[in-house]
């Protein structure tokens, strides 16, 4: 079956400097592998996604992330953080077996501290 | 463009009461899934819709139901509502199954 796993229930950065956000997955095939960031009292907005090609996919609000197949790891980064990232963040991954759906983890919450 | 909107945004029912959930997809989008999501955890799989016929369920008791209608709108259903069904409700949609999932800001429903 199709998981991701997010480490880390909480990270926390200073303004300014780099952020990494952990994810690892398990699938049977290829990864249909995204990042979701979710706000207060608000629904999930999408950031990035990978599904082939370069192992480093950028996204949205200078967001990155780097696939890497050997480790199965997914993790969401950023260079320079900003306080306004502040939020909750939620790898997911695509289950595109007989249900096609999508499995979350069950989020990490990012403070960027000022 | 409008994204994804659904109604009502917080409903407040009583146990054994039933719950009608609304959604409207952005415009040319034909999937539609729902979500549950509990208070501190991630979104849990419901069901998902394409052109009109269920394509998944997630692992919901039958008191949970849907349906897509031919403008690809859709409705969840919820029977005989239980304290744990106090959740955020949550509808995404997508032109296709290898695009991203666009969703709404949820119903946050309560159960007394």
């Known amino acids: 079956a199709q998981s991701v796993a997010q480490p880390e229930d909480q990270v926390n950065v200073a303004e300014g400097n780099p952020l990494t956000v952990k994810c690892t997955y398990s699938?049977?095939?290829?990864?249909?592998l995204f990042w979701y960031v979710q706000y207060p009292n608000r629904g999930l907005q999408f950031l990035l996604k990978y599904i082939t090609g370069d192992n480093l996919v950028k996204g949205s609000y200078g967001f990155e992330a780097e696939f890497n197949k050997s480790q199965t790891s997914f993790h969401l980064k950023k260079p320079s953080a900003l306080v306004s990232d502040s939020a909750l963040y939620f790898c997911?991954?695509?289950?595109?077996?007989?249900?096609?759906?999508?499995?979350f983890g069950k989020g990490t919450r990012l403070h960027i501290l000022p | 463009d409008a994204g994804v909107t659904q109604s009502p945004t917080h409903l407040i029912k009583t146990r054994g009461q039933h719950v009608t959930l609304r959604c409207s997809p952005i415009?040319?989008?034909?999937?539609v899934s729902w979500y549950q999501q509990v208070l501190g955890q991630g979104p849990q799989f419901i069901f998902q819709?394409?052109?009109?016929?269920?394509?998944g369920r997630g692992n919901f008791p039958d008191r949970f139901s849907a349906r897509q209608f031919p403008n690809y709108s859709s409705e969840l259903n919820v029977n005989a509502l239980l304290l744990g069904d106090s959740a955020l409700y949550l509808c995404?949609?997508?032109?296709?199954?290898?695009?991203?999932?666009?969703f709404g800001d949820g119903t946050r429903l309560s159960i007394l």
């Open positions: 997911a991954v695509r289950d595109l077996s007989r249900d096609d759906k999508i499995i």
């Open positions: 699938v049977s095939g290829n990864p249909y």
């Open positions: 819709y394409y052109e009109k016929e269920e394509r």
């Open positions: 995404a949609s997508s032109l296709s199954s290898n695009q991203p999932q666009h």
């Open positions: 415009s040319g989008h034909k999937s």
